[in-house]
Each structure stands twice: as structure tokens, then as C-alpha cells.
């Protein structure tokens, strides 16, 4: 990491105060965190992208904080909000294949302790709203036994926006997904989800005291599918004529950015919003290609499309000449875990750490500490690895992921299931990410010393002993809601 001059560096450290709150004795010495998840949300789905989006609540949060263009995520839900609740790169945890259908007996495991269950430990309120996606076949896998004091919410990869029915084809799994805490409810029947939800974290925020620190997880169901949304916020894109699909789908990004308004609206009438660090991210790229223009691919694939998401952070305590900006500083989605323990004041030693403590490089404009990152590694189906070092990613095996109901015996006669054999099928892609982010130019076979290079570090990772089998065990009968009074519920299985 290239160190900052001397005059900056003592600038910085004057800066401290402010920049780590907790680090002095003003009466909150503890910023509020409000980290927003959206699902799906890509590339092309924001203002500061593409001015078509009608979205101006997140544009001026943005505009007003720091936005980070080279943020990286995993391909899918679950393991990126694995990664983002461990700070570990998904393959260190067993958790970077499957995006956890509601039938699968496990989830996040439980000898890893998670970011609200940290924040705890220093005094925060920790608060959950909106999807879990992390477990929920035993009751030590669900929020409220994993660090979160309350959880409204649901518990599997998406449901109804209005009626709450989750529902898998495999296995004819479906049944109603809705708790507050730990109990079943029916509050906001018919409530479309994105402002039921923003109703409740402004609960939240309302009924919080003022003194203690508070941690707000707000993972929102939008933009998943299914494609639904209230007609007047996609008659704004479309207003006359039977409504497109894009047009609903953009409708969802317009009431989404309502949400969020709603949020920090209670943020300032009760005081608390100059005190409050807001994140905003997407767990993975966007599902239909245009989504992540002009970037390739989607989610469930290691191109960019699929794994660089969109992201700020906004803290009006942050020093004006940082704010306003746009860096291009690699950011991953493992790096929020320690940055956000080091801003709530958290001193243990953090060990098996994947993520970087960022903070002094996005409120004071430190070089990120980030050269270089892992997009994947896994060998669940198809082999699939990738890296990126500064400007250079590789691709070695496969770049798009494959379901799970793909029998494993047709993979193995199928494709390729190891490094050597991707590599003499020729499953190789080379790119320059400052001169072609669209990954259109493969210099696999033309830079050969760079490749060795990248390739070198893959081999290392993977003969390291660190890479964790996929956990992706058999589907379960058991799972299913008729079981349970045709309730979405724990109690079939063992946390591990």
C-alpha cells in the first residue's frame, strides 16, 4: 500500500475525531449506522449511471457522500450477505455456491460471529429489517439468535411483495414468510414490502433512545423478483398503455428510493441523522442484462455485471472536501465488516480477516489498502475461479454459476470440475479493467506473463488448505410449510 504524504498524514490524524467518532468525547461518541441492502439493484439501475432511473432521494445521498465505482460483491444473495455479516470471503466459509433454497438444511454457521453480535459487544442497538437469506431451518441460524435484538422480516430468498407466500418449484415448496422477532405476523397485509418496510425501520428509529449507538440492517426485498410494484410509481416511466415489464421493474427502483427517503426523513426529525453513517449497496448485479449496462453479464456470474455493484456511503460528520466525490479505490464486500466495527469503536484484534478497514480512505481520501481481490472460488457442479490484481482479472473455468437442481453426476461427464482440466478445456479469460471494463478483449493468449502471475495466486489459494467445501447438502422434505400450518418455519434441522 502506497503511504500518504506527511502533511496528509498528520492532517488525517487530526482529523480523527471525526472521522472515527468513537474516538472522542463528543456526547455521541458513537455513530449510528443504517446499512441499506438492495437485492438485484445493478449497475445501470441508478441515476449516477443512467439518468433515466427516477430515483432522486438515493441520487442526493449519493452526490452528498461518496460513491465507490469499483465495489465488488458475490455473484448471488446469500453468499454476499455472508460475506458482508463475516467479513470473510465466501469460499473461507463454506457458503460460495448456493444462494440457499428455502429447502436446504443449513445456513450461515453459527461458530462465526457476525457483525451485530460484535457491535453488541460495544454497546449498539442492533435492529433487523427485511430479508434474512441466511439460514433459517434451525432456530440458532435466525437473526434474533444471531446478534440482531429485533427482526421484522422474512426469513428466505424472496416472496410475495404484497402477500408474503414464498415459494420454490422444486419440491413444491410454499408457505407464508413474515416474523416479528420470532413470532408469525400479519401486520401490513396487502403493504407493498418496500414501504412496509421502511414503516418499520422508521419505527425503529422513532422508539430508539437517543444515548445508546444504534445499528439499522435494512435489506430490502427490491428489486428481486417477482416484478411487482404500486402502477404509480411505474407510470412515471410509462404513462399511458398496457405497462411493460421495464417499466414495473423501474417502478420497483422509484419506490425503493421512496423507502429510502422515508428512512432518512425519520432520521432527521428525530435528530439522529448528522449522527449517522449511511451505507447503501447492492448484494449482487442485476438479473437481467441490461440492468448492469455497460457492463457484462449478471448475477450468478463472475463477469463485472455480476459482481460490481453500486455503492456510497453518506455521513454529514464527514469533512466537506471528502464528500461529494466518486473513488475509484477497490472496495469488496468484506471490507464493511471491520470498517464498520472500527468506526463503533470495536479494539478486539480481528483474526481469519478477508476485509480491510476502509474508513480513512473514504472520509479522508487515504489510498485504499485494497490491491487486490477474490471474486470466487468454487467447485460445487463446474469449477469456477476468479481474481482480480489492480487493472488485471482472470477468469479460470466457468463465468457463470450453475443451479443446484443440476444433477451432479451429468456436471462431472459435463464440464470441467478442476484447474486442470479448465485449463486444457481452455476455460481462460484475461482482461485489462482500465481499458476495457466491458471485458469485450480476452488477452488470455496474449499476455502470458501476467497470467502466470494471476494464475501463480489461484494455485496458492487453492492448495492453501483455507478453501472450505461448498456447504450445499440435499434438499429436504421436511422443510415445507404444510408441515408447519403452511408457515415458512424452523425446526428440521441441526446448526452446525
Known sequence: MTRPPHHLLLYSLLLLGTLYPCMTRRKVSQPHIVLIVADDLGYNDVPWHNPTIISPHLQDLAKAGVILEQNYVQTKCSPSRAALMTGRY???????HESLPPQMPTGLSTKYRILPERLQEVGYATHAVGKWHLGFCDWDYTPTRRGFGTFFGFYTHGADY???????????????????????????EGEYSAQLFSRKAVEVIESHEGKQPMFLYLAFQSIHKPIQVPDQYSRRYQPYGKLTKDSKRKGMITALDEAVK???????????????????????????????????????????????????????????????RSTDDLFHIVDWYPTILALAGYSKQLTDMDGYDQWLSLAAGWPGPRTELVYNI??????TAAIRAGKWKLIWGYPEGLRSNVPRKETRAAFAQTLREARSSDLLYLFNLETD??????????????MKILMKKIRRIMKSGEVVKPDTPFLRERSNPKYYGGYVSPGWCKAK
Open 90 to 96: 465466501p469460499f473461507h466459509i463454506g457458503r460460495q
Open 162 to 188: 404484497y402477500e408474503r407466500l414464498a415459494s420454490n418449484s422444486e419440491g413444491g415448496f410454499k408457505g407464508y414468510d413474515l416474523r416479528s422477532n420470532e413470532s408469525v405476523t400479519h401486520e401490513g
Open 262 to 324: 422515508n428512512v432518512t426523513t425519520a432520521l432527521k426529525q428525530s435528530k439522529m441523522y448528522r449522527d449517522t453513517v449511511i451505507i447503501f449497496l447492492s448484494d449482487n448485479g442485476g438479473a437481467d442484462k441490461d440492468a448492469n449496462w455497460p457492463l457484462r453479464g449478471r448475477k450468478n456470474s463472475v463477469w463485472e455485471g455480476g459482481t460490481r455493484s453500486v455503492a456510497f456511503v453518506s455521513y454529514p460528520r464527514m469533512p466537506k472536501r471528502y464528500r461529494g
Open 437 to 450: 471494463p466491458s471485458e469485450t478483449v480476452n488477452l488470455a493468449h496474449e499476455n502470458k506473463q501476467v
Open 378 to 383: 468454487n467447485t460445487a457442479l463446474r469449477f
